[in-house]
């Protein structure tokens, strides 16, 4: 992890290191032209609310934008294929600067931009894709009730758990540093895999017959399994292929226009493979798995 300290950046020191840490505000008005999301094709904590913002056709109210793939000890950039249009910097610490030049905190995707006060008001995905599923709603082109009323607080606590047991669980088990540590991690990943796997074959969806929140912060960690946490993380106690309503799953979401359209799986292997020197020091991409969707 790398961070910025009173504005100056350290790209080897911990955000556990920091005595405090900055924090943003998300407008408390949904207005049209006024937001860009700044992610990254790679990361699928970022991946969530621009899955969000596709599905439910909030890309007329908001632009978007990726980091480019390769990160390097400077952190994200953005390059000729991944410029930053809106306000031409070459990093993401760049920006982090721009919104305020004191910052002590880290320096992550997904950025939600305020063009009208020019400066960051959010950097944490998982209240960003509850906004952006709620408050933003009434300006949805395509107004799926991600979060309905009677389900908010069952999908609340879904997320949380995703979150601790999958999504970050998988990060666990690739950067584990010792035996003990990879072992621990892939029991609790796996177990929830399987926790999951019998969820879906009683529904078709984690909370019912339609699309939640909760399955936009499940299928970004799917979808980057089996050409990455496989074989760059080493999460491969079993193949996910094997999970069968699990699997079958992912293939119905990614079958939605809207939601495959988020998906960008050569720009994913390029940034994990190359940039992860720590597990991966030569920066080889590998030329498969050939991925069947």
Not at 12 to 31: M, Q, R
Not at 204 to 217: A, N, Q, V
Not at 255 to 278: C, G, N, Q, W
Request: aromatic content about 12%.
């Amino acid at each position: 992890m790398a961070v910025l300290e009173k504005g100056i950046w350290y790209p080897n020191k911990d955000v556990h290191e920091l005595a405090e840490e900055d924090s943003f505000h998300l407008p408390e008005v949904a207005e049209a032209d006024r937001c860009h999301l700044y992610m990254s094709y790679a990361c699928p904590f970022a991946h969530r609310p621009y899955l969000v913002i596709n599905l439910l056709g909030l890309d007329h109210v908001i632009t978007t934008s990726s980091v480019a793939a390769k990160r390097y000890e400077d952190g994200w950039l953005f390059d000729s294929e991944n410029p930053d249009e809106i306000n031409d910097t070459h990093s993401l610490v760049e920006l982090y600067q721009k919104a305020n030049s004191n910052y002590t905190g880290r320096v992550t995707v997904p950025v939600l931009w305020d063009k009208k006060k020019n400066t960051i008001v959010s950097d944490d995905s998982s209240s960003m894709a509850m906004d952006l599923a709620t408050n933003w709603l009434p300006l949805a082109k395509n107004p799926i009730e991600l979060v309905p009323d009677n389900l908010k607080g069952e999908i609340t606590s879904l997320n949380d758990w995703l979150h601790q047991h999958v999504n970050r669980k998988v990060y666990h088990v690739g950067f584990a540093t010792n035996q003990s540590s990879y072992d621990a991690a892939s029991e609790v990943l796996f177990e929830a895999l399987e926790q999951l796997n019998t969820r879906l074959g009683n529904s078709r969806y984690l909370h019912g017959e339609k699309i939640t929140l909760s399955d936009l912060f499940l299928l970004p960690t799917l979808v980057r399994f089996e050409a990455i946490y496989e074989v760059h993380f080493k999460a491969n106690k079993k193949q996910l292929k094997s999970f069968e309503h699990l699997y079958k799953y992912m293939l119905d979401l990614v079958a939605i226009p809207k939601i495959r359209e988020t998906i960008d799986l050569e720009y994913m292997k390029v940034h994990y493979y190359f940039s992860h020197k720590h597990i991966n020091p030569y920066g080889i991409v590998p030329s498969g798995p050939e991925i069947s969707w």
